[in-house]
C-alpha cells in the first residue's frame, strides 16, 4: 500500500500544513522525499518533517527526510526527481497536521520560502 502526498506553499515561514483530510495510518508506515522544488541553495541543509524519527546528525536529534545540497544552477528555483528514496518510519498514527522545514548542519531552522515537495508514503511489514 503506497500514497502520494504532494506539498505547495509559499510561505517565508517554517512550512506547517494542516491537511484536507485526516489520514489514518495503521500499522507501521515509512515516508521519503520523492521530489522537491525550491530556491537554489547556497550551502548543505537538511529537509525536515514533524511526523518522522529523529536521527543523530552531527550530535544533534533532528528529524531528516533528506539532505539537500547546493547545485550548480543558475537559475532562481531547482527540481529535484530522487530515484533513489529514503524512507523514514513515520512516529504517528494520525497524520492530519504536517511542519517542513529546512535546518543548517547545526541544527539551526532556516526561512524557506516557496517549497513544493512530494511525499511518498508506504506501508511496512513490522520486522
Known sequence: MDFYLFISQNSKDIHSKTLPKDFYLEGVWEVALSEIR???????????????????????????????????????YIYK????EQFYRVNTRLLRYIELYLCDQSGIRQSPSDIDCVLHFRWSKPT
Open 81 to 84: 526527481e530522487f530515484s533513489k
Open 38 to 76: 525550491l530556491k537554489t541553495l547556497s550551502h548543505s541543509v537538511f529537509f525536515c518533517a514533524n511526523f518522522v524519527d529523529q536521527s543523530a546528525i552531527n550530535n544533534i536529534q533532528l528529524p531528516v527526510l533528506r539532505q539537500l545540497f547546493p547545485g550548480e544552477s543558475k537559475e532562481e
